[in-house]
């Protein structure tokens, strides 16, 4: 695959805002848009606090942040290159949405191999964070079907890399955090569909062999994912809804999805959302489903993307931000340590609006600093309370190395150094493909290693 050409001059903004999802923290930082690959050298090179690769800011805390360094914006390359509908191998830049790669696909009966809860993310975004579905028990992670892409460094050097090719930068990159270079295109293998519909099927549970018992009989359903509620105690302690569906096999329409029209107009208060607002949400959501099991034939939209219908809703949780917690504990402690943890979440009083509760299967996952691992995977939101939220979040954390397990950086703005390099021991290894150009606020805050001019 040749270079694309390069614009004349990268043209730089001056100092912007550019937030995570979790809006904290937050730096002022000159944004660099990189419209063409060969932009990128220039944009990353000689800078003081070195830069960083940036797709849609949709991880929730500092991966995707550069105190005082050059974010360079890559949603301007967003071509797509190549499609061939025999194999479904599509080739497409970096910065192209998952919205808009749906946008293209599904008229053509294709769907992606593997999505996230929101499909405003990159392809690039994607492939640095290794993400993972409501498939990862049968599909693994998106890495996983990336075929190849090109990686380009700040020296201008460019390898194409694949797991025959490049193998080593091929796996430094696929979780690589954007530190390894640029990832200028990147092909992805589609999976075919005939409808936009999913067979779906909600199950209430009560506590986590409940969920468990579930999880065992569902292995040949291809999504499966649980909404828990951690606020309440005794006999309703990690109640949840089990959620569980397959693409139809019902040939239907296969028209693209429409624009969202609801937009989170503004910030809410800080009290908005709390343990009272919390606890009727989940009572409400619990009982919504009435019957003990309901199956219904759904959009593809409501069931992977509920929260994408209104734009902006992370304003819920006010000015000052949200926390996300989110672990992979192996299948050796997964329950005793769900348990436990969910127990200390109920207890803490700090309420959580979204939580989701999955098995990770045991597909192994291409990138050497992957999340996913096999086992239970529990995803908490938190708002920021001065006081109360960083502490919950150390102990938890603490809980989670404890029980053998790891935490995810896309979500992540809190862990510590050293649970870091408990979690990831291999962070060394993977250090040596750093881009001496790049850094992150989230690679500093847990490593100490800072660009190199
Ligand atoms: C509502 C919601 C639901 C989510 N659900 C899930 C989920 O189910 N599973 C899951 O795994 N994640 C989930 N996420 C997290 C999200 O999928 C990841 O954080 C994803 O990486 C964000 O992509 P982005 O384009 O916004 O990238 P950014 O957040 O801007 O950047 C992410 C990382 O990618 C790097 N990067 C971006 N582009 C490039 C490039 N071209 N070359 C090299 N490096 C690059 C950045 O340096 C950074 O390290 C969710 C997020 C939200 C907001």
């Known amino acids: 695959m040749a270079h694309s050409p390069t614009a004349p001059e990268a043209e730089t903004t001056g100092p912007a805002l550019f937030e995570s999802w979790g809006r904290y923290p937050t730096y002022g930082g000159k944004i660099v848009p990189i419209n063409w690959q060969g932009d990128f050298p220039r944009a990353a090179s000689g800078v003081a606090n070195g830069a960083l690769p940036v797709g849609m800011g949709r991880s929730y805390g500092d991966v995707c942040l550069l105190k005082g360094g050059n974010l360079l914006l890559t949603t301007g390359m967003d071509r797509l290159l190549e499609f061939d509908p ?12 998952l919205a808009q790669i749906l946008d293209f696909a599904v008229p053509r009966g294709f769907f992606l191999p593997v999505t996230p809860g929101t499909k405003y993310v990159t392809l690039g975004g994607a492939i640095a964070n290794d993400i993972h579905g409501k498939n990862h028990h049968v599909a693994g992670t998106f890495g996983s079907h990336v075929t190849q892409f090109g990686l380009m460094r ?83 302690f990690a109640r949840g809804v089990f959620m569980q569906g397959d693409h139809s096999p019902v040939p239907g329409e296969l028209k693209p999805s429409p624009e969202p029209k609801l937009v989170f107009p503004f910030d809410a208060p800080g009290f908005a959302l709390n343990r009272y607002t919390v606890s009727a949400f989940n009572t409400l959501f619990f009982h919504k489903q009435i019957k003990t099991r309901v199956t219904a034939l759904q959009d593809y939209e409501p069931f992977f993307y509920p929260l994408d219908k209104v734009l902006h809703w992370n304003r819920l949780y006010g000015r000052s931000g949200l926390l996300q917690f989110q672990y992979a504990i192996p299948w050796e402690s997964a329950r005793e340590g769900t348990i436990a943890i969910l127990g200390a979440v109920a207890k803490s009083g700090l309420a959580s609006f979204l939580a989701v509760l999955k098995a990770f299967g045991d597909v192994p996952s291409p990138g050497m600093m992957s999340f996913p691992q096999p086992g239970i995977t529990l995803a908490l939101d938190f708002p920021i309370k001065p006081g109360v939220s960083f502490p919950l979040f150390e102990r938890l954390a603490d809980m989670t190395r404890d029980f053998g397990g790891r935490l995810y950086p896309a979500k992540d703005a809190a862990m510590t150094a050293a649970q870091f390099q408990a979690f990831y021991p291999q962070w060394e290894q993977f250090a040596r493909y750093r881009d001496p150009m790049l850094t992150s606020s989230f690679w500093e805050r847990v490593t100490g290693d800072i660009a190199k001019i």
């Not at 497409?92 to 949405?97: D, F, Q």
């Not at 193998?167 to 990159?173: H, S």
């Open 86 to 97: 025999a194999t479904g191998l599509l080739t497409a830049e970096s910065g192209i949405t």
């Open 154 to 236: 700040s020296d201008g050097s460019y390898k194409v890399c694949s797991p025959t090719e490049n193998p080593e930068w091929y796996a430094a990159t696929i979780g690589g955090l954007g530190l390894t270079g640029l990832i200028p295109w990147a092909t992805l293998r589609l999976r075919p569909i005939v409808s936009r519909m999913i067979d779906y099927e909600g199950i209430q549970f009560h506590g986590v062999d409940e969920f468990l018992d579930l999880t065992e009989r569902s292995k040949e359903i291809e999504y499966t994912v649980s909404w828990v509620d951690c606020v309440s105690t005794g006999k309703n």
